[in-house]
């Protein structure tokens, strides 16, 4: 778990271009013990074979392979760039991560930021930090960007037979995962949802909430509020915004009439619309999925990583992946933080499920880049 000490923080940066900013940094982890002198071409090297863009105004500098020997401690250096920094491709960095790692150590460090630096919001709070806490706030997660929402919070064909009861259910849900306390169960039940057609309903409190969240329960009864049907219920525990870009999200779904694309999915399906990912395959039947295991040494760090999105970004089709080794979620292979954020270390198994015009050739062009290296031989 990375643990960020005002130490390691050093805010209002400037540099003309992104290579003055790595050495910078490598000067930042030399002066920190974390490095040898030297370790600074391995930064300047991996970042001429590769782009350690990130994503959300974020780089992640670190050093090849080659030169991991130079490492003599795990550890960071975080530098602030409030007027950016051109990274190439158009994108502008704001926060970068020097990274140095003796093993791989540091898949565990780039899991948890993809995890914290994938939130909506993120780049322009931390464009506008003006303190080491308020960054390590945002590192750490202790700054909420996302609404709560998981497989937890999801109830799928509950045998309920009235509004109460499923505002009852669905309240807690958020109380259970920790969003909020018995009093907001109490107060959802009273309220009146609001009808957002074809069985679809929203309801919401703000009463005693420590963290926002959003649950959803569809039942498997025919009932009724108010003379209308009930299908399913979204309810939001809101503290703070956190919660809006979900709302958008349903609010679009709702303006586009295309409420059965949550009322009749499966719970990794509410998961994927909700947070805006491409939908997972309904059934692998038609044969696109495969297995590959990872031969690389330390990983999916961030140049496989890339290579193995830039190879899913070739084709047309819908591309997941799965790390068999891992927590066993499914994500978008053509995003490199949803890829890293799988956490892949060496001998993983990786099953990719591919839909699509070009499917079975994504598959097979996937695995001949997985076997030949992902640009590491």
């Known amino acids: 778990m990375l643990k960020l000490s005002k130490n390691d923080i050093t805010l209002s940066q400037s540099a003309t271009d992104k290579f003055e900013a790595i050495k ?20 300047l090297n991996r970042e001429n074979q590769n782009s350690t863009f990130l994503g959300n105004g974020i780089a992640i500098p670190h050093g090849t392979t080659d030169t991991r020997s130079m490492v003599k401690t795990t550890g960071v250096a975080v530098h602030h760039f409030p007027e950016g920094v051109e990274w190439g491709d158009g994108n502008t960095v704001f926060v970068a991560i020097g990274i140095a790692a003796k093993s791989d150590e540091h898949l565990g460090i780039l899991k948890q930021l993809t995890k914290v630096l994938g939130a909506d919001g993120v780049e322009e709070r931390l464009r506008n930090a003006k303190s080491e806490d308020d960054i390590i706030a945002l590192l750490h997660g202790d700054v909420q960007l996302e609404a709560d929402f998981d497989a937890s919070l999801i109830q799928l064909n509950f045998p309920a037979s009235d509004m109460v009861q499923m505002s ?4 807690g849900l958020l109380k259970n995962t920790g969003c909020a306390d018995k009093e907001f169960v109490a107060d959802l ?3 009146a949802p609001t009808n957002l057609g074809n069985g679809l309903w929203l309801v919401g409190s703000n009463k005693q909430v420590s963290r926002t969240g959003v649950s959803f329960v569809s039942t498997a009864n025919d009932c009724n509020y108010e003379g209308q049907p009930v299908r399913a219920l979204v309810a939001f525990a809101a503290c703070n915004n956190a919660h809006q870009p979900m709302l958008n999200t349903l609010s679009q779904l709702v303006f586009n009439k295309e409420h059965g694309k949550l009322l009749d999915a499966s719970a990794e399906q509410v998961l994927a619309l909700f947070k805006g990912e491409e939908m997972a395959p309904a059934s692998s039947e038609d044969g696109n999925t495969a297995v590959f295991k990872i031969k690389n040494s330390h990983g999916l760090h961030a140049r496989p990583g890339a ?6 970004k070739k084709f047309e089709s819908t591309i997941r992946v799965v790390n068999l080794d891992g927590d066993g979620k499914s994500v978008n292979a053509k995003s490199l933080m949803k890829v890293i954020a799988l956490g892949v270390k060496h001998g993983h198994q990786l099953q990719f499920s591919a839909e699509g015009p070009d499917a079975a050739l994504a598959l097979e062009s996937i695995g001949n880049a997985i076997a030949s290296g992902l640009g590491e031989g």
């Open 24 to 43: 910078s940094i490598a000067q930042s982890l030399t002066e920190k013990g974390l490095v040898e002198q030297g370790y600074v071409e391995g930064m």
């Open 168 to 171: 009852a259910v669905a309240g």
């Open 189 to 191: 039940v009273t309220k």
């Open 307 to 312: 290579m193995l999105v830039a190879e899913a």
